[in-house]
């Protein structure tokens, strides 16, 4: 009983033009746990991202070698904090290079971050293009556009990029790239969705006879009517952009030494970790909490926004 | 059915031809004269018309897409400039390790996923649903190499080091917590099982297919009885399982939950209560039963994090499967085998996919009469 109520009430909030729609989805929102826990972690992240050099007590590639007081490549490590009163103070130790390895997981945020947001607009924008084009013309260009965008996800997502990677040469702007085009095809194809259940109801209709043109109808009428499942489906994409730079940084094709990327000191520390662990654990958590904050945020948006996707 | 197989094969032409045509275009792509990229040094004016026309290079763009078809269809992937053997030979050799990790990965993560799933469903909005589903956000969160590399720090490392009552953790009954995490023991000559069955008496009689099933480490030892073998490479499996596994588990049983919940709801359901059936039973036999449907399909989609979990983790479990293939040709740039490898596990994925899409039809009469 209580849930029909509640799906009544979301229906008509739905239908009814409402002024504080945007409020009411942020209330509906607030009060989804899996959002509030994404919102704590990325608005902790943020505060990272703006306040990096603030936070961290060196520079990120700063070389700390040359000091005196038994510091080491590699130093374990050791702070006050946590009773370890002996000894050169460092949070997270220092890496094989001696440098930091907490500040340059504070401005590895400033890196993963922009990384994922920008490969997922770009793929939100070509994928939203394609998606409607081909929703809305129908016919040969749908069949081929999407025989195209099944060809891309025949491929499992990470070999492509990598692939597309070793065309275009390693960097991290190229990675990002692979990964944008990797992702286009899921947006392609919920747009594509959309707009095929849209574009037959009666507002598009009376626009149509009130003489407007394709690309007006799509632009203005089809594709704000879409939105809800590219915010939920991009939010997640996020998560999933952070993984796969993260992982291409890893295997040596995204972000070049002496970057200081969270993928990049994971691989820096691949034939250290059995004898340094602190180098592996704390980029990796870095990247974990980054992910898990976006798919929690992304959970909760698709139960805040749509009711109805909520059991898929 | 035969008429949905056959639908469903043919659909799946023109997405081969399509992958075919991705994997062609990016040996094209690749930036340099591919005969210098390939032989180095050795390339010179003559040996790189000799390149060129074996592989068609001094064709037009067209026909060198239907040699490079031709050859695919016969095997011939190119030679790989940093291991010096035909990519195909290099495939031959390493793809069993995967195959038997993953294939070891999807197991942990059907048979632990699965229960989770229905016991978080069944347990709705109590604290084993709450927690699963936490464990299970935070499993698809984490990047695969880590977690590998934290499962040999906790069970290879430290666990060596753990006292248990002043006694060392391996002179206790609990020492199978401490897991090897390196290559696992190689085969010899003599434990295979063609020499074990006598089916050849030298190395220079090994049929292709016979040395690629003994590379099947698990299989191999099985086959020939050979238990301590299977038991060391069985142990030696399981923290890359673990760690390529986690993601799909992670997704199984979210998938899993959702759907029992669903499923839960449903009239039937009701029905096999109202007749007096035992609680266990109407979970187990009415409500699961129909819940698993789209899970068949989860698992064969997880086949691209298997794969690319493989990729990542190989390296750091010192396995020489594909994944770790991948990595130093990588690292060498050595691009024929990057090409082989993308086109291989398309293929691949394409034929699990078909596969799961038959095997789906087979379970819900309602996919094939569509």
């Not at chain 2, 035992?278 to 997880?302: F, Q, Y």
Request: with cysteine; net charge neutral; hydrophobic share 50%.
């Amino acid at each position: 009983m209580a849930d029909n109520v509640a799906k009544l009430k979301n229906n008509t909030s739905a239908v009814r033009p409402n002024e504080n729609l945007f409020i009411e989805t942020l209330k509906r929102l607030l009060r989804n746990n899996s959002a509030r826990a994404g919102l704590v972690i990325l608005g902790f992240l943020l505060f990272i991202f703006i306040f990096a050099p603030q936070l961290a007590p060196y520079e990120p590639n700063e070389i700390l070698l040359d000091r005196p007081n038994g510091i080491i490549p590699r130093l374990p490590p050791c702070s006050a904090i946590f009773g370890c009163t002996d000894g050169p103070q460092f949070l997270m130790g220092l890496d094989g290079n001696g440098r930091d390895i907490y500040s340059r997981v504070l401005y590895g945020s400033r890196l993963s971050l922009p990384v994922g947001l920008a490969a997922v607009s770009i793929s939100i924008f070509f994928g939203s293009v394609i998606g409607l084009v081909s929703g809305f013309y129908g016919a040969w260009v749908d069949n081929i556009i999407m025989r195209i965008m099944d060809v891309l996800m025949a491929f499992p997502s990470l070999l492509l990029a990598i692939a597309i990677v070793t065309v275009l040469g390693p960097g991290l702007i190229n990675a990002l790239i692979a990964i944008a085009i990797v992702a286009i095809p899921t947006y392609a194809r919920l747009v594509r969705a959309s707009v095929l259940s849209l574009k037959e109801q009666e507002f598009i209709l009376a626009e149509r006879a009130l003489g407007a043109s394709n690309r007006r109808i799509m632009f203005t009428q089809i594709l704000p009517n879409s939105l809800t499942p590219i915010v939920v489906q991009g939010t997640l994409g996020i998560g999933t952009a952070v993984l796969d730079a993260a992982a291409l940084s890893f295997l040596g094709l995204g972000a070049q030494p002496p970057a200081a990327e969270w993928g990049r000191m994971l691989g820096d520390a691949i034939d250290f970790f059995r004898a340094a662990p602190h180098m592996a654990i704390f980029p990796g958590i870095a990247i974990m909490l980054t992910v898990l904050g976006f798919n929690l945020l992304g959970d909760g948006l698709r139960d805040a926004l749509d009711p109805r996707l909520k059991k898929s | 059915m035969t008429k949905f197989l056959i639908r469903r094969l043919v659909l799946s032409i023109p997405v081969l031809f399509g992958i075919l045509l991705v994997t062609f275009s990016l040996g094209r792509l690749i930036p340099g004269d591919p005969c210098l990229a390939q032989l180095g040094e050795r390339a010179t004016d003559e040996i790189c018309d000799a390149f060129d026309r074996r592989y068609g290079l001094d064709q037009p763009i067209p026909i060198q897409f239907g040699i490079y078809i031709q050859n695919v269809v016969r095997g011939d992937l190119g030679l790989s400039l940093s291991f010096q053997v035909p990519v195909t030979d290099l495939l031959a050799e390493r793809l069993p390790t995967t195959i038997e990790l993953t294939l070891a990965a999807i197991i942990f993560a059907t048979i632990i996923g699965i229960p989770l799933g229905i016991l978080s469903a069944y347990r709705h909005n109590t604290w084993v649903d709450v927690l699963t589903m936490i464990i299970s956000n935070i499993g698809v969160s984490m990047p695969v190499f880590w977690l590998g590399i934290i499962l040999i720090i906790i069970f290879s490392v430290q666990m060596q080091d753990v006292m248990i009552f002043g006694t060392p953790i391996e002179e206790t009954p609990l020492s199978f917590l401490v897991l090897p995490s390196g290559r696992p023991p190689s085969v010899r000559f003599d434990d295979r099982f063609y020499a074990v069955y006598n089916l050849v008496t030298d190395d220079s009689e090994v049929v292709p297919w016979m040395e690629f099933i003994s590379r099947f480490t698990l299989l191999n030892a099985a086959i020939t009885g050979n238990w301590e073998l299977f038991i060391e490479a069985f142990r030696h499996l399981i923290l890359p399982a673990v760690a390529v596994g986690t993601i799909p588990l992670s997704i199984i049983a979210r998938m899993t939950r959702s759907s029992l919940l669903e499923s839960l709801n449903q009239d039937y359901v009701r029905t096999a209560r109202a007749k007096g059936l035992k609680e266990r039973r109407v979970v187990m036999r009415h409500a699961v039963r129909n819940a698993l449907l789209p899970v068949v399909t989860i698992i064969g989609l997880n086949f691209g994090f298997l794969i690319s979990g493989a990729v990542l983790t190989e390296t750091i479990f010192r396995l020489t499967g594909i994944g770790k293939t991948l990595f130093e040709a990588i690292t060498a740039r050595d691009y024929t085998v990057v090409q082989g490898v993308t086109l291989v596990t398309a293929i691949a994925f394409v034929f699990i996919n078909m596969i799961v899409d038959i095997l789906y039809g087979y379970l819900d009469p309602r996919v094939r009469l569509e």
